[in-house]
Antibody, heavy 123, light 107 residues
Framework: QITLKESGPTLVKPTQTLTLTCTFS??????????VAWIRQPPGKALEWLGL???????RYSPSLESRLTITKDTYNNQVVLTMTNMDPEDTATYYC???????????????WGQGVLVTVSS | DIQMTQSLSSLSASVGDRVTITCRAS??????LNWYQQKPGKAPELLIF???SLQGGVPSRFSGSGSETDFTLTVSGLQPEDFATYYC?????????FGQGTKVDIK
């Protein structure tokens, strides 16, 4: 059974750096074809894909946020870390991490999600 | 970026209805289209991947169809637990974009 759980601060100030950790179990991020993604959802709004990290340590980001994002993995501790710099009130959202495994002709569907963590950006 | 458009932001339906939700991609994504269900305060759950493959544990009243740019999620016989918001998402090319969501509420 795959589980993921996000952890980190629920309140950050504008201009600060947000660091969120996704701790997972039930899979290995060294297995070929596996990735962990970060997705966020502002209150009452749609889902927004932020980025992901693949089993081979390759990370990819949303072009609109690429300059502010870093995603890394700690394979030993089964964790993925999201860092977002220069936080703004518009970054207030629930942040999710999700597991995906590549499927031929289907790409990377997110088949398991964490419960999410609501991050509020306010002074 | 590939834009995903769900033409209806909301629709009203009754228990037992057959409901169809559509999603259009701004360019061909072949069959790399996934559908998620999200209930208030909960994380999304994968329903359909690869346009028409049912995720394990998902009731068979959910089905998906389509290819290239036009896709459909159908719920045959809406149940009370199906009132939720549904999102499409393409996993054909990065960034993996989502549609704006379609909320299904009670008529």
């Amino acid at each position: 059974q795959i589980t993921l759980k996000e952890s980190g601060p629920t309140l950050v100030k504008p201009t600060q750096t947000l660091t969120l950790t996704c701790t997972f179990s039930g899979f290995s991020l060294t297995t070929n074809g596996v990735c962990v993604a970060w997705i966020r959802q502002p209150p009452g709004k749609a889902l927004e894909w932020l980025g992901l990290i693949y089993w081979d340590d390759d990370s990819r980001y949303s072009p609109s946020l690429e300059s502010r994002l870093t995603i890394t993995k700690d394979t030993y501790n089964n964790q993925v870390v999201l860092t977002m710099t220069n936080m703004d009130p518009e970054d207030t959202a629930t942040y999710y991490c999700a597991h995906a495994a590549g499927i031929a002709a289907a790409g990377y569907p997110f088949d398991s999600w964490g419960q999410g963590v609501l991050v509020t950006v306010s002074s | 970026d590939i834009q995903m458009t769900q033409s209806l932001s909301s629709l009203s339906a009754s228990v037992g209805d057959r409901v169809t939700i559509t999603c259009r991609a701004s360019q061909s994504i072949r069959r790399s289209l996934n559908w998620y269900q999200q209930k208030p305060g909960k994380a999304p759950e994968l329903l359909i991947f690869g346009a028409s493959s049912l995720q394990g544990g998902v009731p068979s009243r959910f089905s998906g169809s389509g290819s290239e740019t036009d896709f459909t999620l159908t719920v045959s016989g809406l149940q009370p637990e199906d009132f939720a918001t549904y999102y499409c998402q393409q996993s054909y090319s990065l960034p993996y974009t989502f549609g704006q969501g379609t909320k299904v509420d009670i008529k």
